[in-house]
């Protein structure tokens, strides 16, 4: 009986490369979120009624009303007294100078600068504006502070000539401080590019290696084995 010879190749395994896992990609940041600020829970309740708060009561006191019609009064005396002041751009940087204060002081800042551990920092997130009666709204000085912008941005509008620049920029400034006095906004705040709250991974595809990385290349390949029949008795 004449012996058949069987050449198998010796396998190397050494030079496979293992599987890698899942590899996890991160999700964008959202380009805009509106989020709500503050839990209205029992406890809220009652730190904001365990004392009064004075940061934001003054709004209805006596002459706290006038007092918006005396400082822009004021402001546009002073800024009449500047040399070569025209009585346009006059009105328009007295309204602007309004917003601008404005928006800071009710809308920009938030929490109150003193007394805030006697409330247990029920109003460290809220504006003033969403202080101001207890957040109630279309309340009588909610009404005023509302109205008061509206009619300085028409006064500016009728002395300026109506003049199509000017008229835009005080309109876009009166929107700006407008919107956050809507009661759909009371106390939603709009973020730009935040990261994604849920923290969740997207998966990807799983990562193989490459076709042939695993087969070694000829200069590598181990000497053929000659098995013969007397291998296997």
Same mark, same amino acid.
């Given at each position: 009986m004449s012996r058949t010879g069987i050449k198998l190749p010796a396998l190397d395994l050494s030079a496979a490369k293992p599987l890698t896992g899942l590899r996890s990609r991160g999700r964008s940041s959202s380009i805009v979120k509106v989020e709500h600020v503050g839990d209205r829970s029992v406890e809220e309740f009652v730190d904001r009624g365990a004392y009064s708060n004075i940061n934001a009561d003054w709004v209805n006191s006596k002459g706290a009303w006038m007092i918006h019609v005396v400082l822009i009064i004021f402001g546009k005396i002073i800024i009449d007294t500047l040399p070569g002041m025209t009585q346009q751009i006059s009105w328009t940087l007295v309204n602007l100078f309004y917003l601008a204060i404005s928006y800071l002081m009710f809308h920009w800042v938030t929490g109150i600068p003193f007394g805030s551990d006697l409330h247990g920092g029920a109003y460290d997130d809220l504006s003033l504006w969403e202080q101001i009666d207890d957040g109630a709204q279309y309340t009588p000085a909610k009404k005023w502070l509302f109205s008061v912008p509206i009619g300085l941005f028409l006064a500016s509008t009728h002395y300026t000539n109506y003049n199509p620049w000017l008229f835009a920029i005080n309109l876009t400034a009166l929107v700006v401080v407008l919107i956050p006095k809507l009661p759909q906004l009371h106390r939603q705040r709009v973020r730009f590019l =935040?990261? /994604?709250? &849920?923290?969740? %991974? =997207?998966? =990807? =595809?799983? &990562?193989?290696? /490459? %076709?042939g990385t695993s087969t070694p290349p000829i200069s590598r390949m181990p000497t053929a084995v000659h098995l013969t029949e007397a291998h296997f008795q």
């Open positions: =935040t990261d /994604n709250a &849920s923290g969740m %991974s =997207t998966p =990807t =595809t799983q &990562s193989f290696p /490459n %076709s």
